[in-house]
């Protein structure tokens, strides 16, 4: 009896019980769903971190020399009070670097504040981040501007007041009217208009658009941050191969700034995009080892359930398996019939389970901000964790039917 | 299978089943020897308990003795594993039931295809004998409908077509009219009768004297050796029947 014969008749006895069929493999549709919705939703949001949310808070290829590393993750309070003794980061460090780096790469520096910004109309944005940076921001960013320029190195050196305003802040500021020009009020200080940024969009539903960016050693020097010191220092190489050469030149060059003996830890951190993604990773790597266990517990209890009906189901057809050993079905062939019907069973459940999950997959990106990701891999290994319930949950009760014997089962009502 | 043509489909020797039930042994066979030729037509009686579903049991390959000989178109039986009987059944046995035992959710040409399924033929050819199957028992025309559409005496046709369609050595057939009426019985007797005369041979199992009547030889069985062996005309089909109209009409004629 082959396969394909098997599948055909499992497949015409779920459509004469659709229902029964349904309840017996629940355990497999919602293990299937979970595994599904969960690795889809994850696979999203690894994307998303690692290509929209790095890039679009960190930059590509860019390391980046901070006071405290930025990376999340648990540390306790005796890390953090040494973390407050460190020395702060100067724009004078940044010159410094700037003149030593071997490394072929763009360097800039920035701090930020939070301040309201108003216009002459009487309009303000009351928390907009202020970011001081020297002009190269703009290139390690990677920001376009919709209108305007950015500032030049001049404006930069010179303290020129003048700023360039993110998307979400014209927006509110000037609805509909032109802005390049303009003054606007940052923690009270006129400031003209020459740039607007293309929208950035959202990460995690959270706008980035509500900031502007003018030179560091504008006004704002001294008031939205402390005078001349940057807490940032990024530097951005051509190619990702350049990064790890970047990042220990950075330490060695910030090392022999800062007089740190050999072996004296580091109080500074140097930190990439990847690394800032490490709590990410730690996440996500913790989901993944714990997926298997949940979508485990509910498939185990699906076979369990599909190994009952189908006891039930070998005892009520006794009868028939009695009629096919007549007819010269050999043990192997009621085994392989019952096993082949209990993996289509469950393999349908599993198909089912991959509709659903990919579908609560798009019901969760479509309330939550949460992106999803279609994972092949995850459709094959749905299907196939479905089929693997079937046949395990068939072999017993197949196993009971094989060895029958066709006199009693014949005889048996 | 090589075999010549004059040798006997059945031998048996010696034949004894022992059940174990309990601390007893009840011996339901106690030395049974039978030959029967090729293109036979045997009734096996007997009354319950006499060893007759035994003795079936053994002759359709369905259970192995426990001591003696059993040669079946010229292939020692007697000591054969499952899978070796389950091969031998598919080959040399058709089994015509008393409740037909058809599958119902199959369609009779799905039906009479099964015993091919396991003998591993292709599809195609599958299909072509089961519909020559279910031509020779006149339901040309039922190809796809499944036991709940057909008559009591439509579905033993299709368990004979099924029981014929392996082209085995023996049809054996257990009480095969004990679920049918009088008048659909004699149709099936006929058809017996027609198959017997096509070369077919026939071991059927019955209780009851009128269905004996059609073979050519009855054999008894009683406390598990065979009493009686005796050969006798059969009774043509549907003569019965006929009778018991004229008696009938008879009766109501002097009513």
């Keep these: 009896m082959d396969i394909r014969e098997a599948v055909v008749i499992a497949l015409a006895m779920i459509r004469a019980n659709k229902l029964r069929a349904f309840f017996t493999v629940l355990g497999t549709v919602v293990g299937v769903t979970f595994l599904i919705a969960v690795i889809t939703v994850l696979k999203g949001m690894d994307a998303y971190m690692k290509e929209d949310f790095a890039g679009k808070m ?4 860019t390391v980046t020399v901070r006071r405290v590393p930025q990376e999340g993750g648990f540390n306790d309070d005796a890390r953090r009070r040494a973390w407050r003794r460190r020395p702060r980061l100067q724009v004078a460090d940044a010159e410094w670097l700037r003149e030593r780096l071997q490394t072929p790469g763009t360097l800039a520096y920035n701090s930020n504040g939070v301040a309201p910004v108003g216009n002459a109309a009487g309009k303000s944005v009351k928390n907009a981040w202020i970011v001081g940076s020297s002009a190269s921001f703009f290139r390690i960013r990677d920001y376009e501007l919709a209108e305007g320029r950015p500032f030049s190195e001049q404006e930069a050196e010179r303290g020129v007041p003048v700023v360039v305003l993110g998307h979400d802040v014209v927006r509110r500021l000037f609805p509909g009217v032109r802005s390049l020009g303009k003054t606007v009020r940052i923690g009270g200080y006129p400031y003209r208009v020459i740039g607007v940024l293309e929208k950035q969009g959202t990460v995690f539903g959270q ?8 030179p560091f050693r504008s006004p704002i020097n001294g008031s939205m941050y402390r005078y001349d010191v940057a807490e940032e220092i990024s530097f951005k190489v051509p190619g990702q191969n350049l990064v790890p050469v970047a990042m220990s030149e950075m330490e060695g060059l910030m090392r022999i700034r800062h007089r ?7 109080d500074f951190a140097v930190e990439t995009s990847e690394s800032v993604l490490g709590f990410w990773n730690k996440i996500s790597r913790f989901l993944i080892i714990a997926l298997p266990f949940l979508v485990g517990v509910s498939l185990v209890v699906g076979a369990v359930v599909i190994m009952n009906i189908m006891l039930v189901s070998v005892s009520e057809r006794t009868r028939e398996i009695g009629v096919r050993k007549s ?3 050999r043990r192997r062939d009621i085994l392989v019939q019952f096993i082949i019907e209990s993996a289509t069973l469950s393999g349908a459940g599993g198909v089912i389970g991959i509709g659903l999950g990919l579908l609560l997959a798009a019901l969760v990106t479509a309330v939550s901000p949460l992106p999803a990701r279609v994972s092949p891999g995850s459709i094959v290994l749905g299907l196939g964790l479905g089929i693997g319930v079937g046949l395990a949950a068939g072999v017993y009760p197949a196993w009971r039917a094989a060895r029958l014997d066709p006199i009693v089962a014949l005889r048996s009502e | 299978m090589s075999t010549a043509p004059g040798a006997p489909v059945i031998q048996v020797r010696g034949l004894e089943k022992h059940y174990d039930v309990g601390a007893e042994t009840v011996r339901a066979l106690r030395g049974v020897d039978l030959v029967i030729e090729r293109n036979e037509y045997v009734a096996i009686m007997g009354p319950s308990g006499s060893g ?4 079936m049991n053994l002759i359709g390959c369905l259970d192995t003795p426990t001591a003696g000989e059993y040669v079946l178109n010229g292939h020692s039986v007697a000591a054969l594993d499952d899978d070796h009987l389950a091969r031998v059944r598919n080959r040399e046995i058709g089994f015509v039931f008393q409740t037909f ?5 199959s369609t009779a040409l799905e039906n009479v295809e099964l015993p091919l399924v396991y003998g591993g033929l292709g599809k195609k050819e599958r299909r072509q004998r089961a519909t020559e199957a279910l031509k020779a028992v006149d339901l040309g025309d039922r190809l796809d409908h499944r036991p709940n559409q057909l008559s009591g005496g439509q579905r033993q046709r299709v368990a004979i077509a099924r029981a014929l369609v392996t082209r085995p050595s023996i049809i054996l057939a257990d009480e095969p009219t004990g679920n049918l009426d009088s008048r659909t019985s004699e149709e099936i007797m006929g058809l017996f009768a027609r198959l017997h005369d096509e070369g077919q041979t026939i071991i059927m199992v019955t209780h009851e004297p009128d269905i004996a009547a059609h073979a050519e030889r009855v054999v008894m069985l009683r406390d598990g050796v065979i009493e009686s062996d005796r050969r006798q005309v059969p009774v043509p089909a549907g003569t019965e029947w006929i009778g018991a109209r004229a008696a009938t009409a008879a009766a109501l004629s002097e009513g």
Aim: glycine share 10%.
């Design chain 1, 58 to 61: 960190f930059g590509y290829n």
């Design chain 1, 207 to 214: 706008s980035v658009d509500n900031f502007v960016v003018a």
């Design chain 1, 260 to 266: 740190l003996r050999p072996g004296a830890e580091s």
């Design chain 1, 327 to 329: 007819l010269g079905a």
């Design chain 2, 52 to 55: 007759k579903s035994t003795f």
């Design chain 2, 101 to 105: 035992n058809l599958l119902p959710r």
